[in-house]
């Protein structure tokens, strides 16, 4: 696979370009060198778990990005203009059954059209829904609630993702079974006008697997869970140590 075959890079943004925590940044470095990437031609886009309000500023960061995933697959929004150019809805009736039967949990969170709901156990009724999440709980309890509300709901699907408070515990995404960050990418792709085979994916956690089987070419970093190093094609180094600047170098210029 020659390297200027690749156009694009859609890149996963906690444990991939900064380290998982809220409101980090990529490294002075990995910033310099995506900028000039940027510059120089590529397309590069975010994809990531989080609502449009917790990637915008790294989207301003970074200066030229193109429109960006968001919500776990949910919603592309064209960072510049904010504009919602793609999106799968959950219907607010089956986010609310949702968040009633993970009532247990104390950490919920809601990301609608009219904002982002905490600790919630109901949204308004007119909302649209993007993504429901259940925060910090036990590998264990997560498998369970997976399966009681995936088996309850056949157009909803729940993907884990990474939890801001340690590998020891974990995040769960429920959204439209259509909002994946793999549909999402071939959205993507028809509107840059390119291939899929074009873009370049790279993640790290449980939810970036589709990411990476949208992609043409599939990098997983040094950190990633052992499930996205089997399907990738690259195992670039860990974000600690800038492996997106290994990317770029190895595959783009």
């Known amino acids: 696979m020659k390297k200027q075959k690749y156009k694009a890079i859609v890149s996963d943004i906690d444990g991939t370009l900064t380290p998982i925590a809220p409101n980090s940044y990529p490294t002075d470095k990995a910033t310099k060198h995506i900028k000039e990437a940027i510059d120089n031609g590529l397309i590069f886009s975010l994809a990531s778990g989080r609502p449009f309000s917790m990637v915008k ?26 504009e919602i150019l793609w999106e799968a809805i959950l219907p607010s009736k089956v986010a609310n059954n949702i968040l009633n ?3 247990t949990y104390k950490l919920t969170r809601a990301s609608c059209d009219i904002g982002i709901f905490e600790n919630t156990h109901s949204v308004p009724i007119e909302s649209k829904v993007r993504k429901v999440s259940i925060h910090n709980i036990k590998h264990s309890e997560a ?13 909803v699907v729940g993907i884990k993702a990474a939890s801001y408070e340690g590998d020891h515990l974990i995040d769960i995404y429920f959204s439209n079974i259509n909002a994946t960050k793999q549909n ?11 291939s899929s085979d074009e873009i370049i994916g790279i993640g790290d956690g449980h939810n970036d697997v589709s990411l990476l089987n949208a992609c043409g070419l599939k990098i997983a970093m040094g950190n990633a869970v052992d499930e996205l190093k089997a399907i990738a094609h690259y195992i670039a180094p860990s974000y600690i140590d800038d492996g997106i600047i290994d990317v770029i170098n190895k595959y783009y210029n």
Do not use: Q
């Not at 498998?143 to 157009?155: A, F, G, V």
């Not at 999402?184 to 390119?194: F, M, N, R, T």
């Open 143 to 155: 498998e369970r609630l997976i399966k009681e509300i995936t088996s309850e709901y056949e157009d």
């Open 57 to 82: 500023y790294i989207a301003s960061h970074l200066g030229n990005v193109g429109p960006c995933i968001v919500d776990n697959g949910a919603v592309i929004v064209d960072p510049i203009t904010e």
């Open 101 to 103: 039967m993970a009532k």
């Open 184 to 194: 999402a990418v071939v959205k993507l792709s028809e509107i840059w006008g390119i």
